[in-house]
């Protein structure tokens, strides 16, 4: 009996280990070993972005040439326009972090007119509800010239940047299971007893 008790702790504490991993917000190198920079090919970040899975709390990590480079979240009208004049929320200092800090589309874009113009610096990322069954999937970058209302309510927040000093993100739900945890081993010893 008492082997059957350790078992079954250790197939417990095995199977919250795995669910822990699984739920803990991810860091996304936008670009992978590229960077963040003003590429020829308009497809390459939607093309990245299809081939990461993204969720809630996860955190984009945009590496590029200071002074060369920058990086915004916006709306998407703005997006969609390349409307970068006005922007006042830019990242100039590299690595700039962004925390996907809700569900549904963000958009990305560097602050340079032609960069973002040219259709080869723009990044849309879609962080799918938790009760959406399809898988996160990036859209490519509009080359339309209607405006569109953004999908968001307007311009990004604030605190979605996170550079020191930011407000960090809210608990994930590996956070929530491990408060959990202490329950579910004493049901489990409960159980076995």
Same mark, same amino acid.
């Given at each position: 009996m008492c082997q059957l008790k350790n078992l079954s702790i250790i197939l417990l504490i095995a199977f919250v280990a795995t669910i822990v991993e699984r739920t803990e917000a991810a860091d996304h190198t936008v670009g992978g070993t590229t960077g963040w920079t003003n590429r020829a090919n308009a497809t390459f970040y939607s093309d990245w972005a299809?081939?990461?899975t993204f969720k809630q709390n996860d955190v984009l990590v945009f590496n590029f040439f200071a002074n060369a480079h920058t990086v915004a979240e916006i709306n998407k009208a703005d997006f969609d326009n390349c409307n970068v004049s006005g922007i006042t929320n830019a990242i100039t200092t590299t690595p700039a972090r962004f925390t996907l800090n809700r569900t549904g589309d963000f958009y990305f874009t560097c602050t340079?007119?032609?960069?973002?113009?040219?259709?080869?610096q723009k990044l849309t990322?879609?962080? @799918?509800? &938790? !009760?959406?069954?399809? =898988?996160? $999937?990036? /859209? @490519?970058? &509009? !080359?339309?010239?209607? =405006?569109? $209302?953004? /999908?968001?309510g307007g311009t990004p927040s604030p605190s979605s940047p996170t550079q020191p000093g930011a407000t960090p993100p809210s608990p994930s739900s590996a956070t929530a299971l491990l408060a959990a945890f202490p329950a579910l081993f004493a049901l489990v010893i409960n159980l076995l007893l």
């Amino acid at each position: 009996m008492c082997q059957l008790k350790n078992l079954s702790i250790i197939l417990l504490i095995a199977f919250v280990a795995t669910i822990v991993e699984r739920t803990e917000a991810a860091d996304h190198t936008v670009g992978g070993t590229t960077g963040w920079t003003n590429r020829a090919n308009a497809t390459f970040y939607s093309d990245w972005a299809s081939n990461n899975t993204f969720k809630q709390n996860d955190v984009l990590v945009f590496n590029f040439f200071a002074n060369a480079h920058t990086v915004a979240e916006i709306n998407k009208a703005d997006f969609d326009n390349c409307n970068v004049s006005g922007i006042t929320n830019a990242i100039t200092t590299t690595p700039a972090r962004f925390t996907l800090n809700r569900t549904g589309d963000f958009y990305f874009t560097c602050t340079f007119p032609t960069h973002c113009q040219s259709g080869g610096q723009k990044l849309t990322i879609n962080v @799918p509800s &938790s !009760s959406s069954s399809s =898988p996160p $999937s990036a /859209t @490519p970058p &509009s !080359s339309g010239t209607t =405006p569109t $209302s953004p /999908t968001s309510g307007g311009t990004p927040s604030p605190s979605s940047p996170t550079q020191p000093g930011a407000t960090p993100p809210s608990p994930s739900s590996a956070t929530a299971l491990l408060a959990a945890f202490p329950a579910l081993f004493a049901l489990v010893i409960n159980l076995l007893l």
